[in-house]
């Protein structure tokens, strides 16, 4: 099942990185941030499909310590770039006169070099000999994890009140209140729940066997609980990527070629999303 999710995580997210790689439309920093995700979520499907393989073909512990290294730095990576995303999200409503500026992007670049230089730290560890080959007390992630959580959902609360702060003043300015108001904000609110919901769901099961489980327990707990975090990577693509407009017509433009746009296009930030 691990190896099956892998297959097709990787053949996702490979489309998502092409695409943006590809479209020179796609450079603002949102973009370049789900291509981040998209990058690690790629990396984290190619590392269990490596590891399936290398279990049943190479028996040797150093191969083992290399591939559970790569899937460590690559679930690392996806979950620091949903955090990075939702501090570009945030930083999109707090800060929208400047958001386009210069300054944006270099936050976006040191999140990155942040994001991608700790995952390579923590995949080169258990590599390293920081493992729980002889010390059981030496594995467990889930303190990261539930810091990464914890800080998203501080993030996504405010969020949503700054969109409800917002609606509500566009409405004063128009003298009422119109349903249309209520269901964009609703709509909003709802689409920031599924994303806490599916991470949340995806991660906990596994984070909560890290504090929980024993050495004694059968590895078949460790993989059960394994199974619905890569969901997350599965489902990833489908909330950041293939839901958005600018992606969808590069879709459109890559498998159908015959895609012609009746008017000007213009690439919209995230906090018109």
């Known amino acids: 099942m691990l190896c099956l999710s892998g297959t097709v995580i990787a053949c996702e997210n490979a489309i998502v990185v092409a695409i943006i790689f590809y479209s020179p439309t796609l450079r603002n920093p ?12 790629l990396l984290a499907g190619m590392g269990l ?3 399936f393989a290398f279990q049943y073909l190479v028996s040797s512990e150093t191969i083992s310590l290399i591939t559970v290294g790569f899937l460590v730095s690559s679930f690392t990576a996806s979950i620091s770039s949903l955090l990075a995303i939702t501090i570009d999200r945030y930083l999109s409503l707090y800060n929208a006169l400047t958001y386009f ?9 040191l999140m990155l070099v942040g994001t991608w230089g700790a995952s390579l730290g923590l995949g080169l560890m258990p590599v390293l000999g920081w493992n729980c080959l002889e010390d059981e ?24 009140k700054i969109v409800c702060r917002h609606a509500h003043q566009i409405a004063l300015q128009q003298h009422f209140f119109t349903t249309s108001h209520y269901v964009a904000t609703k709509k909003g609110v709802s689409t920031l729940a599924i994303i806490l919901g599916t991470f949340g769901f995806s991660w906990l099961p596994f984070a909560i066997y890290c504090l929980v489980g024993e050495r004694e327990y059968p590895p078949v707990y460790t993989y059960a609980t394994l199974l619905p975090a890569t969901y997350n990577s599965m489902i990833n693509p489908i909330i950041y990527a293939y839901r958005n407009p600018e992606i969808q017509r590069s879709l459109y433009m890559l498998f159908c070629g015959c895609f012609h746009s009746n008017g000007s296009y213009r690439s919209r930030s995230p906090s018109e999303v």
Do not use: P
């Open 30 to 41: 949102m973009f370049v941030l789900i291509g981040s995700l998209a990058t690690a979520d």
């Open 137 to 160: 007390s030496t594995c467990s992630i889930a303190a990261s994890f539930f810091v990464i959580f914890i800080l998203m959902l501080s993030l996504y609360f405010k969020i949503c």
């Open 101 to 109: 500026s210069e300054k944006t992007l270099h936050y976006v670049h």
């Open 49 to 51: 499909i490596l590891n």
